[in-house]
């Protein structure tokens, strides 16, 4: 059974500032990795994906893998606070493990 | 901007009764996908499905469920004898063929009264 662990929250982080989230995964042959945003109520919208090691970058999210380790993580540099939100990290495609997410709370 | 579309918004629906659940998915993408997410809980995957067969399925996903793509632009999900514990937020995604990225729908909530 693949699991995937958040860390947990809420996290709270002031406007301006870089909030980091993370998460690992059991599965050493899981090949993507992505990071979904769900506002309360709403559906999943996903803000990135990840296939290889190292850092991908898009506009203010970073996303870094590290296969050996087992982990991704997600930075959101300047936090705003339409970015609060609770942020969910799948592994694999076909048949996506999504964990329990961590909810980020951006205080102005 | 393509999107995933999904009919009804709601459902209220009896203990025991057959519902079905319609998505849309984006039109140039050949994966689709049914998750549940109970509330307060972590999305499930149930399903995905690709060139008209199911290519994965969890082990939620029992002889109660079925999908199927009736023409060339929907996908549904028909829940056999609905129970209770089946009230939840269920979620139509489709992914292409480049990237395995999944863009969701805005569910359909399904009450099992």
């Known amino acids: 059974q693949k699991e995937v662990e958040q860390n947990s929250g809420p996290l709270s982080v002031p406007e301006g500032a870089i909030a980091s989230l993370n998460c690992t995964y059991s599965?050493?042959?899981?090949?993507?990795f992505f990071w979904y945003r769900q506002y309360s109520g709403k559906s999943p919208e996903l803000i990135m994906s990840i296939y290889s090691n190292g850092d991908k970058e898009d506009g203010r999210f970073t996303a870094q893998l590290n296969k050996a380790s087992q982990y991704v993580s997600l930075l959101i540099r300047d936090s705003q606070p339409s970015d609060s939100a609770t942020y969910l990290c799948a592994v694999d495609a076909g048949k996506s493990t999504f964990g329990d997410g961590t909810t980020l709370t951006v205080k102005p | 901007e393509p999107e995933v579309t999904q009919t009804p918004s709601h459902q209220v629906t009896q203990m025991g009764q057959e519902v079905i659940l319609r998505c849309v998915p984006i039109?140039?993408?050949?994966?689709f996908y049914w998750y549940r997410q109970i509330l307060g809980q972590k999305v499930e995957f149930l399903v995905s499905?690709?060139?008209?067969?199911?290519?994965?399925k969890s082990e939620i996903f029992d002889d109660q469920f079925s999908v199927e793509r009736p023409d060339g632009s929907n996908f549904t999900l028909k829940i056999r004898s609905t129970k209770l514990e089946d009230s939840a937020m269920y979620f139509c995604?489709?992914?292409?063929?480049?990237?395995?990225?999944?863009?969701f729908g805005p569910g359909t909530r399904l009450t099992v009264t």
């Open positions: 995604a489709s992914s292409g063929t480049t990237t395995y990225e999944q863009y």
């Open positions: 599965d050493r042959g899981s090949q993507s």
């Open positions: 039109s140039n993408h050949l994966y």
């Open positions: 499905f690709y060139n008209n067969e199911i290519s994965e």
